[in-house]
């Protein structure tokens, strides 16, 4: 099992920054890429940004790169997406993943974080 719990959404200015907090738990999270998606009202949860427990492996989704960094601390479990320049587009529920291409159950999911940006 894994739990991930997920901190640090608000209200911001468009312009603003904010940055989003996943604390992992669990025997075997280590094993797993961490990954954050987000999900806008009435769209589908989309990919944002991916990294390993390495630190290598650093992707990002279009939308959102020059802008947002994505990073990690072993020594509290801790994933981090930090989100500059905000804009009203990125407004969403910021849900924390970690996925497995070989463990069952390949994903574990956080309860998500909601970023509100005021235009």
């Known amino acids: 099992q894994v739990q991930l719990v997920e901190s640090g959404g608000g209200l911001v200015q468009a312009g603003g920054s904010l940055r989003l907090s996943c604390a992992a738990s669990g025997r075997t999270f280590s094993m797993y890429r961490m990954r954050w998606f987000r999900q806008a009202p009435g769209k589908e949860r989309e990919f944002v940004a991916t990294?390993?427990?390495?630190?290598?492996?650093?992707y990002y989704a279009d939308s959102v790169k020059g802008r947002f960094t994505v990073s990690r601390d072993n020594s509290n479990n801790t994933v981090y997406l930090q989100m500059n320049s905000l804009k009203p587009e990125d407004t969403a529920v910021y849900y924390c993943?970690?996925?497995?291409?070989?463990?069952?159950?390949?994903?574990?999911w956080g309860q998500g974080t909601q970023v509100a940006v005021s235009s």
């Open positions: 993943n970690a996925h497995s291409d070989y463990l069952n159950p390949p994903d574990y």
């Open positions: 990294i390993r427990w390495s630190g290598g492996s650093i």
